[in-house]
């Protein structure tokens, strides 16, 4: 079983796909676990050693004490791909998963080929409100914010087409530790890279929905407009583009892969 001990916690992980080919690794939002990226599994493990993980306090991997920093989340990355033996990946985070590779884009850019990062920002809302969230989800339980969150990461036309896979993301949200939860919210809470975005090199492709009110396509543009040679797309989605628009964001990510 892929349960390794890594700073301080145990970490979940699956890799799969052909052995010699390079590594493309997904890292999970908040509130969700490795599988929100199922449907970008077989699209890209014709070419890629597909890599992912539960971010800590999530799925399978350890919910220690809270709070946590969004250092720390990356350090488990970096552990994690020492312990594999692997140099470089391909990083692909969407929301708390691209803060984690902005992370590691301005602190360890040796250890990517490129980035991808999706739904995301450098700040994401404020301190009352994470404060909020969390005594919400300490005092009521996951159960307490389920229905919010599901309408910000669909969008009403797919949770009347698609309820399976609103069902399926509801799912993962609840059976999130609170704890787990709890700590990643103070993590996304205390990062603000507003000022030092600018400084990624390695080329990056950034994917903002067209109806996401968590990190709207303002703050994609935010990005692209500081990121040199960046590549930007907006999709027909909200907050979970990977899920509700697919197709387009597989076609659009591996185009970027593809150089």
């Known amino acids: 079983m892929p349960l390794l001990e890594l700073n301080g916690a145990q970490t979940y992980y699956e890799l799969s796909g052909p052995r010699e080919g390079p590594v493309l690794m997904f890292s999970n939002s908040l509130g ?3 599988g929100m990226w199922d449907r970008q599994v077989a699209p890209f493990s014709g ?17 220690t004490p809270a709070p946590y920093a969004i ?7 970096l552990r994690l791909l020492e312990h594999l033996k692997i140099g470089r990946v391909s990083f692909c985070g969407l929301s708390m998963g691209g803060m984690i590779g902005m992370w590691l884009g301005l602190r360890a850019s040796e250890r990517l080929e490129r980035l991808v990062l999706c739904n995301t920002s450098p700040k994401i809302g404020s301190a009352e409100m994470w404060n909020a969230r969390i005594a919400t989800v300490r005092k009521s339980g996951m159960e307490a ?13 797919f949770r009347v087409r698609s309820p399976a896979a609103v069902a399926a993301t509801r799912k993962m949200l609840v059976s999130t530790p609170v704890e787990g939860y709890a700590g990643c919210c103070a993590a996304i809470r205390d990062m603000d890279l507003r000022e030092a975005i600018g400084g990624l090199k390695a080329p990056t492709f950034i994917i903002a929905g067209l109806h996401d009110p968590v990190t709207p396509p303002a703050d994609g543009r935010f990005m692209a407009e500081r ?3 960046s590549r930007y797309v907006e999709l027909p989605a909200a907050h979970l583009s990977n899920i509700e628009a697919s197709d387009a964001f597989t076609t659009a990510m591996s185009g970027f892969l593809k150089g």
Not at 51 to 60: A, I, W
Not at 145 to 157: C, I, M, N, P, S
């Open 71 to 77: 250092e720390q989340l990356a350090e488990d990355v």
């Open 47 to 63: 070419r890629f050693q597909i890599l992912r993980y539960d971010t800590r306090g999530h799925g399978r991997s350890a919910a």
């Open 227 to 229: 990121i040199k040679h």
């Open 145 to 157: 914010v389920a229905d919010g969150v599901l309408e910000r990461w669909h969008t009403a036309d």
């Open 32 to 34: 969700t676990n490795l």
